[in-house]
């Protein structure tokens, strides 16, 4: 039975993102479901499956697991020859480690930065909380680069479940022109020429639907047409 993917808007929703590039990059099969969110359909829908009401959610069967992490973790150990998590255990550990940083940390750069996938570049000054956050994430990559990257040019060289996590991440960077390190950029160079990533980028632009949270200049926007 092929998995289901439900999740939000492809312009923003940058919880949705993580399983889907995991899924699509790792070749998995799945079907994927887009519900625009503040809809009748979303509350309807969402809310049977996910038990915070929330997207993303892979149904499997009779199975149905919501938060990003926890299906990013699911289908690492449903396809183990997908690879998403490093084979070598201690760069396993620490792949675990930073994306459950991830999932759990830098708030005010997901305030500030908002997620925006159909948004020109166009610099944005990041407060002190915010530049704290992208000195971290800097650091953070350039240690597993560092410690577990030769072999690739991703975090722990193959792509994995840790990319994913911070995929939205280098959206927020790039769209909003934060000043980066070398390092910094040629790794956001490597995640944004994947296919995947230009997939979702192009069906993100093609989406109707504007929400002024995700619109740091709202009512006025600056995403591409």
Known sequence: MTLKLIIGNKKYSSWSFRPWIALTVAG???EERVIPFETE???????????????PVLIDGELSIWESLAILEYVAEKFPDAGLWPKDVAARAHARVVANEMHAGFQALRNHLPCNFARRVIKRELLPPVAGN????EALWADCRARFGAAGPFL?????????MYAPVVNRLHIYDVDV???????MK??????AW???????????????EDEVDWPATHNIT
């Open 190 to 195: 490597a995640v944004m020429a994947l296919p």
């Open 181 to 187: 390190s070398e390092g910094t950029r040629a790794y």
């Open 134 to 137: 992208v000195q971290r994430i």
């Open 28 to 30: 998995i099969p799945f």
């Open 198 to 212: 230009q997939e979702w980028v192009d069906a993100g632009i093609k989406e109707p639907w504007l929400f002024a």
């Open 41 to 55: 359909e979303f509350t309807r829908e969402v809310g049977v499956v996910s038990g915070t009401g929330k997207v």
């Open 156 to 164: 722990f060289g193959a792509f994995s479940n840790a990319d994913a």
